[in-house]
């Protein structure tokens, strides 16, 4: 999969936790990764002027970045490297979206297998997710009034958060009744805040352990935009109906699920290209 994006190849290897992995790799074309450090020394340089953290320790990681530019080489493995076992999957095989059913990531389910459970609260947030599945969100709420769940909206970022209201998309969430929650772990890290006891949830976690989420809690794990259908009907999608909704986002696919490119964004270039390099003397 060497044309994925960075934010693409991480949702993987997060995932690969749930496969007892100690380590994950996946193989990228070195556009993506050029592309996603160029992002990262702009954001890294808009830290340093805006007083984050130890200036010289973010200088050595944007060193570090620019020396890699220069010359950039990739892992790749042993051209008589052997493995344990080789596992290929046919995308083409995959009809229909996958979920994690209540309380194990490894129960999986096609949507056919689960539709019309009821949902009672839903979740999307977690580092699983990014600005693009909450765009996505937005367009499947943005003709809703208070939708019939609970749902819950907590972006990985503040960046992300910034963006999406700048974009509108806050506006939209708030008509809709969501709960917005400060970035970061929020429903997923399971000790900040907590769902209904037991009640039914859809989640865009990284994972549904028994009662990880809220007490007796039935959770199952879905995309950002099957998690935002759901939070609409109160109820797990049909196929027919969860293709009705993708339709309009697939339509808007390019604008939709464009990441945070901070080298191309004025605010934080703006900032970051008057941050003079620290040098340290010895």
Not at 71 to 97: C, F, Q, T, W
Not at 242 to 270: C, P, T
Request: one cysteine or more; proline letters at 5%.
């Amino acid at each position: 999969l060497p044309d994925l994006k960075v934010e693409q190849a991480f949702e993987l290897s997060d995932a690969s936790a749930e496969r007892s992995a100690n380590g994950c790799t996946v193989h990228l074309a070195k556009e993506p990764i050029i592309e996603y450090l160029n992002s990262n020394i702009t954001l890294l340089k808009w830290m340093i002027a805006n007083g984050y953290g130890d200036a010289r320790t973010i200088q050595r990681r944007i060193d570090a970045m620019h020396a890699w530019l220069k010359n950039p080489v990739l892992l790749a493995p042993d051209a008589d490297a052997e493995y344990a076992e080789i596992i290929e999957i046919d995308l083409n095989d995959i009809k229909e979206p996958l979920l994690a059913c209540p309380n194990d990531p490894d129960d999986i389910k096609p949507l056919s297998a689960v539709q019309n459970t009821k949902i009672d609260e839903v979740f999307i947030g977690s580092c699983m997710t990014n600005i693009g599945h909450y765009r996505a969100a937005g367009k499947v709420l943005e003709k809703v009034s208070n939708v019939p769940t609970t749902l819950w909206i907590a972006p990985p970022t503040k960046m992300d958060q910034h963006q999406l209201t700048e974009e509108g998309y806050y506006s939209i969430f708030g008509k809709a009744g969501a709960r917005t929650e400060m970035p970061g772990c929020s429903l997923c890290m399971g000790n900040q805040a907590r769902v209904k006891d037991g009640a039914t949830v859809m989640s865009t976690s990284t994972r549904n352990f028994p009662n990880r989420l809220g007490k007796d809690a039935n959770v199952f794990l879905a995309s950002a935009e099957l998690s935002a259908v759901s939070g609409v009907l109160g109820r797990i999608p049909t196929m027919a109906e969860y293709l009705g909704y993708m339709k309009n986002i697939d339509a808007m696919s390019s604008d939709i699920y464009r990441y945070l490119n901070f080298h191309e964004m004025a605010d934080y270039k703006k900032v970051a290209d008057k941050v003079i390099p620290i040098v340290a003397v010895r």
